[in-house]
């Protein structure tokens, strides 16, 4: 087949979205397929909403087995906070009466400002499949979709939906727009990373025609070298837990750190790394502690492959107590280096975790539950030893990216025939796509 992947952001950004991305174009193009990515030239998430500069021409090129056109960012005149201010007013906009999915299409042009991105899908010999992902960033399988329904083509979408949980409306108002449903009711077929966020949409009231699980895959990690020397290099010492991820409330990293200090308050030892971007909340946090807290409390910024996979194997637990990853690949990254797993009972992390099995799971922001998990992995080794060794074995067994790319293969070839029309973007329910 030929496949057209339309995405807002591809490495080297980094960002689980994006390597799954990656990982999923390299496995099906060594399956025979010929994939094609359109995304922007975005280095890293900032990019997004840098101030506005004149933007340049798309590139194109072949990285390893596949064609990548990488479109320029336009920039945004009011940086981060313009990008507040718009999403606000966009959200403000879909709450009114009616549905607002042609107004908020023509606004999420923005959402990030990818240059003449609809001018080079238009220049491109149609494939046979197209796939968009991603939506929170929506303007990259907004456009996907337009372009596949003004040619007939299937389009399928992956949403990396991040819904929230039950207290927490705002991260679902931001994925829950008109113009978003719209995206996900209206796809040929939608491919989600978990039950969670099929449950999701689904308290949402949004009902796609046709969705299947189809799970996420692990790379396997590089050769890694004596784990002495990368700990001597972070100036970390046993024991110790890891946090991976965007460093910020929302994620658990704070509650991470939180429970960590209780622990050593309480006579356990215990040193928490965390990797990842920080963020500004993470930050005014961080700035608070103690300099004895911050011997404690170690954030490590952004890391390289070789560095994050050593740190999750000499952890004795990985913490990702958050409530907006829609997978969280981290997870098996973390059972493939044998190292069990304490995540929040919400969304995809609480979909992925079988806990007591695999991890433990609690409720999101609850410290003392988090701190008591983590507790539980590090004074009980055998506990601990089974549960990794229980991790390792079903990431071996179910998420592989082989396995991942036949399920979405399947998908893919079942799509190949035409595409029934749909509506525009104004709320109509689509004709039934009906795989063949």
Request: proline share 8%; with cysteine; hydrophobic share 45%.
């Amino acid at each position: 087949m030929r496949l057209l992947f339309v995405t807002p952001a591809y490495p080297p950004f980094t960002g689980g979205g994006e390597r799954y991305v990656k990982s999923l174009a390299e496995t099906l193009a060594g399956r025979g397929h010929a994939v094609t990515i359109v995304t922007s030239d975005a280095q890293q998430e900032q990019d997004f909403w840098q101030p506005r500069r004149e933007a340049g021409r798309a590139i194109s090129r072949r990285e390893d087995s596949l064609s990548i056109i990488r479109c320029p960012l336009m920039g945004w005149s009011g940086g981060w906070g313009g990008l507040l201010a718009w999403r606000k007013a966009m959200v403000l906009i879909s709450s009114l009466p009616g549905n607002q999915s042609r107004l908020l299409g023509q606004m999420a042009r923005r959402i990030p400002p990818i240059a003449n991105l609809e001018a080079v899908l238009a220049g491109l010999e149609p494939p046979d499949v197209v796939v968009g992902f991603n939506l929170s960033w929506e303007y990259a399988p907004l456009a996907a979709a337009q372009y596949a329904r003004r040619r007939g083509i299937p389009f399928v979408f992956v949403p990396f939906a991040h819904l929230g949980d039950a207290g927490h409306r705002r991260v679902a108002r931001n994925n829950t727009m008109d113009h978003q449903r719209w995206l996900v009711e209206n796809a040929d077929a939608v491919l989600a990373l978990t039950a969670a966020e099929v449950d999701g949409f689904a308290a949402w009231g949004i009902r796609p025609e046709r969705i299947t699980v189809v799970g996420s895959g692990v790379d396997l990690p590089p050769p890694l070298p004596d784990p002495a020397g990368v700990l001597q290099q972070c100036r970390l010492r046993p024991p110790l837990a890891i946090f991976v991820g965007r460093v910020n409330y929302d994620k658990g990293a704070i509650h991470a750190a939180q429970a960590v200090i209780k622990l050593n308050q309480s006579g356990l030892p215990l040193t928490l790394a965390l990797v990842g971007r920080i963020a500004a909340d993470f930050a005014r946090y961080y700035d608070r502690l103690s300099p004895a807290e911050r011997e404690i409390v170690r954030p490590l910024g952004m890391v390289g492959e070789i560095e994050k996979h050593s740190l999750l194997r000499e952890a004795a637990v990985l913490l990702l107590p958050s409530r907006t990853d829609s997978f969280g690949i981290v997870l098996l990254e973390a059972w493939l280096q044998g190292t069990p797993v304490v995540g929040a009972r919400v969304g995809g992390v609480g979909s992925v975790i079988q806990d007591e099995l695999d991890g433990l799971l609690v409720p999101f922001g609850d410290v003392p539950a988090l701190a008591a998990a983590v507790q539980r992995l590090v004074t009980d080794i055998d506990l601990n030893r089974q549960m990794g060794a229980d991790g390792r074995a079903r990431v071996l067994a179910e998420f592989t990216w082989e396995n991942v790319a036949y399920k979405i293969e399947t998908i893919l070839v079942a799509g190949q025939q035409p595409a029934p029309v749909q509506p525009a973007l104004a709320g109509d329910h689509p004709q039934p796509f009906v795989a063949s």
